[in-house]
């Protein structure tokens, strides 16, 4: 009964989430902050895992190929499938669910203790729309520009990994980055990671907006934005792979 | 002029308001004190409109503001100001750009006169250079006064203060008061403040409403708490030792 209670509630902030703005000037400001804070921060965290995730991949690859009737492009064409397909939207999703979730969480949480969301909705202004809808407006335009760096950031990081182990020529995995290549599946990344960004911001501002209490509670807030991002990011990630690749 | 009129607020089984009717006026500085727990926040926060209460209404001059739909009462809000116990500043924003906020979201002034409002506010709580700074970089009694001065900076017609003087020391407290009061007169707004600070009612309190266990217990001018015989007043306002002789002189005399 209580999810039930939650999610409506959740589906109330998000009406008055999208309601109109109330000045846009102020909200176009607001999204370039958010912009930075949530994305332009994020780009060193993603170029870090992307690139050592890459190369993981690319070795666990090649020491898993063991048949020589294996062509040795696959491993270039394994690196850069995981990368696209799963790592660079799904991985990186949950990681910045873990940075960016709880950094919204927080925010919001200890707006609501310390009165500044009171004091936002006593000048008038409606507090859901102006502190949630950049979050949300900056996550999703700049979400897809992270899971394309994380991407060839992550195939470089292959490559890398093949020029120092040597387990494979440069050539072939070359080679395997650019065999038999679909396009479809970097939109199919793009739609999840578009989902995603939108679940990152909106659940954890629910957990950081209706906190009670004091820091102790933020925290949990904070903690508690993780936990259901996570999970609904893996949810959804199972119900759009079946609706889009099936 | 602000008047509650039999206003009810529960939460739960628990009633924490009940059947308060109380009429506030302009340009005086209404006070509204009580001891920890009596009502008197969940009151305030129905005054502006941060609780519905259950029953009763709420005008702000001939307007019911309680029953007012979303947009209606957003206007209204515009004409409010609100300081609050910990100064709610935004923590991000500068100390002018906190005063300045109200002037973005709901003028079309220039950021030039905006900066200057927001100056001429700064000026009004005596803090002029301290725009640049961060809220976290500032005292607690220049926090207060950075909440008066973004309280009035849309120059509002009501003023609402949540226990401007907790935490203060006694001389800063006098000095919040004072501008509390100077402020109320010049602008000519309806000024109500929560507090449960002595000194306050004593310097300040044009019209006292005394909230005991959820009810209205009592209300007056700070003058007439001397000569009140209300025993649970008595009790909350002669607490102390220096109180209490004070009382008794008064009655002797």
């Given at each position: 009964?209580?999810?039930?209670?939650q999610?409506?509630?959740?589906?109330?902030?998000?009406?008055?989430?999208?309601?109109?703005?109330?000045?846009?000037?102020?909200?176009?400001?607001?999204?370039?902050?958010?912009?930075?804070?949530?994305?332009?921060?994020?780009?060193?965290?993603?170029?870090?895992?992307?690139?050592?995730?890459?190369?993981?991949?690319?070795?666990?690859?090649?020491?898993?190929?063991?048949?020589?009737?294996?062509?040795?492009y696959?491993?270039?064409?394994?690196?850069?499938?995981?990368?696209?397909?799963?790592?660079?939207?799904?991985?990186?999703?949950?990681?910045l669910?873990?940075?960016?979730?709880?950094?919204?969480?927080?925010?919001?949480?200890?707006?609501?203790?310390?009165?500044?969301?009171?004091?936002?909705?006593?000048?008038?202004?409606?507090?859901?729309?102006?502190?949630?809808?950049?979050?949300?407006?900056?996550?999703?335009?700049?979400?897809?520009?992270?899971?394309?760096?994380?991407?060839?950031?992550?195939?470089?990081?292959?490559?890398?990994?093949?020029?120092?182990?040597?387990?494979?020529?440069?050539?072939?995995?070359?080679?395997?980055?650019?065999?038999?290549?679909?396009?479809?599946?970097?939109?199919?990344?793009?739609?999840?990671?578009?989902?995603?960004?939108?679940?990152?911001?909106?659940?954890?501002?629910?957990?950081?907006?209706?906190?009670?209490?004091?820091?102790?509670?933020?925290g949990?807030?904070?903690?508690?934005?993780?936990?259901?991002?996570?999970?609904?990011?893996?949810?959804?990630?199972?119900?759009?792979?079946?609706?889009?690749?099936? | 002029?602000?008047?509650?009129?039999?206003?009810?607020?529960?939460?739960?089984?628990?009633?924490?308001?009940?059947?308060?009717?109380?009429?506030?006026?302009?340009?005086k500085?209404?006070?509204?004190?009580?001891?920890?727990?009596?009502?008197?926040?969940?009151?305030?926060?129905?005054?502006?409109?941060?609780?519905?209460?259950?029953?009763?209404?709420?005008?702000?001059?001939?307007?019911?503001?309680?029953?007012?739909?979303?947009?209606?009462?957003?206007?209204?809000?515009?004409?409010?100001g609100?300081?609050?116990?910990?100064?709610?500043?935004?923590?991000?924003?500068?100390?002018?750009?906190?005063?300045?906020?109200?002037?973005?979201?709901?003028?079309?002034?220039s950021?030039?006169e905006?900066?200057?409002?927001?100056?001429?506010?700064?000026?009004?709580?005596?803090?002029?250079?301290?725009?640049?700074l961060?809220?976290?970089?500032?005292?607690?009694?220049?926090?207060?006064?950075?909440?008066?001065?973004?309280?009035?900076?849309?120059?509002?017609?009501?003023?609402?203060?949540?226990?401007?003087?907790?935490?203060?020391?006694?001389?800063?407290?006098?000095?919040?008061?004072?501008?509390?009061?100077?402020?109320?007169?010049?602008?000519?707004?309806?000024?109500?403040?929560?507090?449960?600070?002595?000194?306050?009612?004593?310097?300040?309190?044009?019209k006292?409403?005394?909230?005991?266990?959820?009810?209205?217990?009592?209300?007056?001018?700070?003058?007439?708490?001397?000569?009140?015989?209300?025993?649970?007043?008595?009790?909350?306002?002669?607490?102390?030792?220096?109180?209490?002789?004070?009382?008794?002189?008064?009655?002797?005399?």
């Open positions: 009964m209580n999810i039930l209670i999610i409506g509630k959740y589906f109330i902030l998000l009406s008055k989430v999208f309601a109109k703005p109330e000045k846009q000037s102020v909200y176009y400001k607001q999204i370039v902050k958010e912009v930075h804070s949530l994305g332009l921060n994020s780009i060193g965290i993603v170029v870090i895992i992307s690139a050592f995730m890459g190369a993981v991949i690319t070795l666990q690859t090649a020491y898993n190929m063991e048949n020589p009737m294996l062509p040795l696959l491993i270039g064409l394994g690196c850069r499938d995981s990368m696209i397909l799963e790592f660079s939207s799904t991985m990186i999703a949950l990681i669910a873990g940075k960016v979730g709880s950094s919204i969480a927080s925010e919001l949480g200890t707006m609501r203790v310390t009165e500044q969301i009171d004091a936002l909705e006593i000048m008038g202004v409606n507090s859901a729309s102006y502190l949630i809808l950049p979050k949300i407006i900056a996550a999703v335009f700049f979400n897809p520009i992270l899971t394309i760096i994380s991407i060839i950031v992550g195939v470089f990081g292959g490559w890398i990994a093949v020029l120092a182990t040597g387990v494979v020529s440069s050539e072939y995995f070359i080679i395997g980055i650019q065999y038999a290549f679909i396009p479809f599946y970097v939109t199919y990344a793009m739609v999840k990671t578009v989902f995603f960004a939108f679940i990152i911001t909106s659940v954890s501002s629910f957990h950081g907006y209706f906190v009670k209490g004091g820091s102790i509670e933020v949990r807030a904070s903690t508690k934005a993780v936990v259901y991002s996570s999970i609904v990011i893996l949810l959804f990630n199972v119900i759009l792979t079946q609706l889009l690749l099936s | 002029m602000i008047e509650a009129i039999n206003i009810s607020k529960s939460f739960g089984n628990l009633k924490v308001l009940d059947n308060i009717s109380v009429k506030f006026d302009q340009g500085t209404n006070l509204v004190i009580g001891q920890s727990g009596s009502g008197k926040t969940v009151f305030l926060k129905c005054l502006v409109g941060l609780f519905d209460p259950d029953e009763g209404s709420v005008m702000y001059d001939d307007i019911v503001f309680n029953k007012l739909p979303f947009k209606a009462k957003k206007k209204i809000r515009q004409k409010v609100m300081m609050f116990q910990g100064g709610a500043l935004f923590d991000s924003a500068t100390v002018l750009e906190n005063i300045m906020y109200p002037l973005d979201m709901f003028t079309q002034l950021l030039q905006k900066k200057e409002r927001a100056r001429f506010c700064l000026d009004r709580v005596d803090i002029k250079d301290a725009g640049h961060f809220p976290a970089e500032i005292s607690g009694g220049m926090q207060k006064r950075v909440a008066l001065a973004r309280a009035i900076a849309l120059n509002p017609d009501y003023l609402f203060c949540d226990e401007p003087n907790s935490g203060l020391d006694p001389k800063t407290a006098i000095l919040i008061d004072a501008l509390i009061k100077e402020i109320t007169e010049e602008f000519n707004m309806t000024t109500i403040v929560n507090t449960h600070d002595m000194n306050s009612v004593m310097e300040i309190g044009d006292v409403v005394f909230i005991y266990q959820g009810r209205k217990s009592w209300e007056g001018s700070n003058k007439d708490i001397l000569d009140s015989s209300n025993e649970d007043l008595n009790q909350f306002v002669f607490a102390n030792n220096l109180a209490k002789q004070l009382k008794k002189m008064s009655s002797n005399t």
